[in-house]
């Protein structure tokens, strides 16, 4: 079974900036394409950044380009998404997920419901 923990949320002011962390048992990490989501409160999940298996290829929501980014550490089994200039709107649950998409594309791994696992989120809130 398949697990996935983030960690890294907490309540920040705007402007400030803020690096999520994701911890995923998913039998062999570096074989999976790795994706955060978040949901505001009364708004849909919606994804944020994608990232391949190797991590040569990354895909952004258009809201946080240039502003948000996602790496991973196959060694730690550790997916991270580093945000910067943190806005009001960034108020959300913060999701780690996985397709289990074992290739080297990240845009294909941006539809929740194509997400085979989920972690039980991070919450983070930024005060204006």
């Known amino acids: 079974q398949a697990k996935l923990v983030e960690s890294g949320g907490g309540l920040v002011q705007a402007g400030a900036s803020l690096r999520l962390s994701c911890v995923a048992s998913v039998g062999t990490f570096s074989n999976y394409a790795m994706a955060w989501f978040r949901q505001a409160p009364g708004k849909e999940r919606e994804h944020v950044a994608a990232i391949s298996v190797s991590g040569k290829n990354t895909y952004y929501a258009d809201s946080v380009k240039c502003r948000f980014t996602i790496s991973r550490d196959n060694a730690k089994n550790t997916v991270y998404l580093q945000r910067n200039s943190l806005k009001h709107e960034d108020t959300a649950v913060y999701y780690c997920?996985?397709?289990?998409?074992?290739?080297?594309?990240?845009?294909?791994?941006?539809?929740?419901?194509?997400?085979?696992?989920w972690g039980a989120g991070t919450l983070v809130t930024v005060s204006s």
């Open positions: 997920a996985t397709d289990l998409a074992n290739n080297d594309y990240a845009h294909t791994s941006s539809i929740a419901s194509s997400m085979d696992y």
